[in-house]
Antibody, heavy 110, light 112 residues
Framework: VQLVESGGGLVQPGKSLKLSCSAS????????MHWIRQAPGKGLDWVAY???????VYADAVKGRFTISRDNAKNTLYLQLNSLKSEDTAIYYC?????WGQGVMVTVSS | DVVMTQTPPSLSVAIGQSVSISCKSS???????????LHWLLQSPGRSPKRLIY???NLGSGVPDRFSGTGSQKDFTLKISRVEAEDLGVYYC?????????FGSGTKLEIK
């Protein structure tokens, strides 16, 4: 299993960003996937989940602002981040079962 | 939300010693299928988390058997026998029984 995130960067408050997670080594379409984040020096914070049939669940802190999606043809998981706040600053990991990606940093600052 | 209370927040141990970390949940972690979705993760310095143990007591792939997990319902323990230098980092318990998924606050293991 390999998970590789991309798309992070520095963004101003209120702006948007889209993260991607490229998956390989397993049948991507058969598995639910998570996004989990970690603010600098802090613990782990679950963000969102998408099932194999594309049902979604969100943490209250991101509901209405973030959208998780998947493209099974491209073996890719996405996280659309809108209306970003400073408290969204974190490393964002995609995860499947016991496998985690290396993470991608999102910094929200003016 | 399920609150995961993890103790102690930090440990300092010598190579070869054994240590235990406790994790208590505010609700039972037994799912409707009868399984308990309590897991242990290790985040080594500068690395992403790695799953050590899944469903209370099952060793993850490639994880040495110095690691063991026990517990049930709301009370769980991770034991590391014969600590090695590579074991340093932050240990987290995590529950995936209930949404939202929640994590313990972490136990930082240092080597004396």
């Amino acid at each position: 299993v390999q998970l590789v995130e991309s798309g992070g960067g520095l963004v101003q408050p209120g702006k948007s960003l889209k993260l991607s997670c490229s998956a390989s080594g397993f049948t991507f379409s058969s598995y639910g996937m998570h996004w989990i984040r970690q603010a600098p020096g802090k613990g782990l914070d679950w963000v969102a989940y998408i099932s194999s049939s594309s049902g979604t669940v969100y943490a209250d802190a991101v509901k209405g602002r973030f959208t998780i999606s998947r493209d099974n043809a491209k073996n890719t998981l996405y996280l659309q981040l809108n209306s970003l706040k400073s408290e969204d600053t974190a490393i964002y990991y995609c995860a499947k079962g016991g496998s985690w990606g290396q993470g991608v940093m999102v910094t929200v600052s003016s | 939300d399920v609150v995961m209370t993890q103790t102690p927040p930090s440990l300092s141990v010598a190579i070869g010693q054994s240590v235990s970390i406790s994790c208590k949940s505010s609700q039972s972690l037994v799912y409707s299928d009868g399984k308990t979705y309590l897991h242990w993760l290790l985040q080594s310095p500068g690395r992403s988390p790695k799953r050590l143990i899944y469903q209370v007591s099952n060793l993850g792939s490639g994880v040495p058997d110095r690691f063991s997990g026990t517990g049930s319902q709301k009370d769980f323990t991770l034991k590391i026998s014969r600590v090695e230098a590579e074991d340093l980092g932050v240990y987290y318990c995590a529950q995936t029984t209930h949404f939202p998924l929640t994590f313990g606050s972490g136990t930082k293991l240092e080597i004396k």
